[in-house]
């Protein structure tokens, strides 16, 4: 019999919807039955791809007698925290307050008034490794409820008061000079590994926010460094088993620090990220790696993500059938030599295993290795390689293949969005700039009603319940404008501009400048969420600073830029301390201080070649965050055309930053110059 999940768009509660246990989604009327039936309410967090939310699924929840004692005794909610990303912020900060630790599973004891008191993560079925069992958690806390409700009621009231008492200490509403983000560089420097790129140890993620900080710090700066431990720290990971060798895309992170065994879980907001990343890093440097990993990663979004309405999937599973019925880790990806020589051969089997890093020992378990692009001295023949990639994804695509988070969020199609703009722009890829357009589209006609709120998640067309947070807003305002300058259809100038007026009414203190993760008219939760920091993607906050600087470069709008620099003030307290965990703050940072540049574009038609090579030049520009128009002289789409003559009858462009603009130049060269290239 199914319980109450069964018609929620998420998938990952529909995982659960056919569970024993009697789960409820996140709801007045969960917190109203618990009060009714005088019991706590049980919290469970995660999300459809996350390994260990499977596991305690599948030793637990599906478990009869555990699921008739919750039953019993609790009343249990269940949380894609995808979908409710504020929700999981304002508990996981709870979490991480009591126990020094967070992740996926989440669960959570709390009070019908929804306050927390009793938390922990994954929970085994049965006691090991120190930790208790499950059940026997359940029972504590039952015995607690029953026997001690007032110390229950303190505990309580404690979390809820120190975690109010954790307001932002915001800094001073100024935006980072160059001493901040010089001693940002250094705090890099000093975290960077350079034998094997990256910051930090293990588990190792891929810093895409840091990587773009990076780049525009080299661009603005001509800071050698900075580029060096971008350059190297994205081969490292191109040629890691965290990015996919046969059929492109990238893990979500490497569990060691030479990126060799990835958590195979492959997600969209990280690969949107990282083909951003690779295509401004070939920008900057004409890379053939970068070009390749830019493209690969591109057209794994678009293959593999891309759902039937023309937006993109959340998530491929870490999880797959092994071809024996066990749900494995990494099974889709992982080979043998023994698997490399039934699919190729004697011969080219043994090239592979050369070429790729496969061993008898292994790489990762059971003998198994996932495959890497080891640095060596032997010359491989390329088409040979090709030809023996090719038939490993042919003969890839037979085994079982990864579950598929089918949820569309709105803030990671922005983010999908901006990245196949502009690598379809760069590499003439016209049919990625349409993938970026057709996601765009499904986010107007479904996300956004009429007031240009936008709902957070959809799902096989039908839109989700949940209203967005800040990150939807500022992200999908991110990818509209990449979007303008990309196509030179204002109308995404426009829908940005819509998104970013809430930006400004519901989601900024009038007061600070600071910014929330949820709006002003929201839910009410025990706490108002609002994190600055990048976590997997870059935090709502800076990455509306960024949207608002862009929107403020194209229309010369006063409030928006002041928004921007207002927020930036978070960067300037942060930056210097924490760098590795607001690299978006600091690439904003970046662009406030080159300007940005604005450049217009202007020709007799869109598609006449002397335009067309302006246009591709100004979009090929390195300088940070610059905008780009492109249009005929009486075109009224973008506000920096305004006013911009063809000169003596030629396309020109013209370059504009701090409210002085350079002379109009015909000359794609010049431009180049101009954009610092």
Known sequence: MPNRLAHETSPYLLQHADNPVDWWPWSDRAFEEARRRDVPVFLSVGYSSCHWCHVMAAESFEDQATADYL????????????????????????????????????????????????????????????????LQVLQGVHQAWAERRDEVADVAGKIVRDLAGRELAYGDAQVPGEQELAQALLGLTREYDPQRGGFGGAPKFPPSMVIEFLLRHHARTGAEGALQMAQDTCERMARGGIYDQLG???????????????????????????????AHLWRSTGSELARRVALETADFMVRELRTAEG??????????????????????????????????????AELAARYFGVTEEGTFEEGASVLQLPQQDEVFDAQRIERVRERLLAARAERPAPGRDDKVVA???????????????????????????????????????????????????????????????????????????????????????????????????????????????????????????????????????????????????????????????????????????????????????????????????????????????????????????????????FP??????????????????????????TDPDRLRVALGG
């Open 71 to 134: 039953n019993a005794h609790f009343v249990c909610v269940k949380v894609d925290r995808e979908e409710r990303p504020d929700v999981d912020a304002v508990y996981m900060e709870a979490v991480q307050a009591a126990t020094g630790q967070g992740g996926w599973p989440m669960s959570v004891f709390m009070t019908p008034d929804a306050e927390p008191f009793y938390f922990g993560t994954y929970f085994p079925p049965a006691p090991r490794h120190g930790m208790p069992s499950f």
């Open 248 to 278: 492109g895309g990238f893990a979500r992170y490497s569990v060691d620090r030479d990126w060799v065994v990835p958590h195979f879980e492959k997600m969209l907001y990280d690969n949107a990220l990282l083909c951003r990343v690779y």
């Open 311 to 348: 937006g993109f999937a959340s998530a491929l599973d870490a999880d797959s059938d092994d071809g024996t019925g066990r749900h494995v880790e990494g099974a889709y990806y992982v080979w043998t030599p023994a698997q490399l020589r039934q699919v190729l051969g004697e011969d080219d």
């Open 411 to 637: 803030a990671w199609n922005g983010l999908a969005i901006a990245a196949l703009a502009e690598t379809g722009a760069y590499f003439e890829r016209p049919d990625l700039v349409e993938a970026a357009v057709a996601a765009a589209d499904l986010l107007v006609r479904l996300h956004m009603d009429e007031l240009a709120r936008i709902a957070r998640t959809s799902k096989d067309g039908r839109v989700g319940a949940h209203a967005g947070v800040l990150e939807d807003y500022a992200d999908v305002a991110e990818g509209f404008l990449a979007l303008a300058s990309v196509t030179g259809e204002g109308v995404w100038l426009e829908f940005a501009g819509l998104l970013l007026d809430h930006v400004l009414a519901r989601f900024t203190d009038p007061e600070s400048g600071a910014l929330y993760d949820t709006a002003a008219d929201a839910e009410r939760l025990i706490r108002r969420p609002q994190d600055p920091t990048d976590n997997a993607a870059p935090s709502g906050w800076t990455a509306a600073a960024g949207a608002l600087l862009s929107y403020a470069a194209h229309t010369g709008s006063e409030p928006h830029r002041t928004a921007a620099e207002r927020a930036s003030g978070v960067v300037k307290a942060l930056g210097p301390r924490v760098p590795r965990f607001i690299g978006w703050g600091l690439a904003v940072a970046e662009a406030v201080l080159d300007g940005p540049r604005e450049v217009a574009v202007v020709g007799p038609a869109l598609d006449d070649k002397a335009t067309v090579a302006l246009h591709r030049t100004a979009l090929l520009g390195a300088a940070p965050g610059a905008v780009v128009a492109v249009g005929t002289p009486e075109s009224d789409e």
């Open 640 to 665: 920096l055309l305004a006013d911009r003559p063809l000169v003596s009858g030629e396309p020109a462009a013209y370059v504009c930053r701090n409210f002085t603009c350079d002379a109009p130049t």
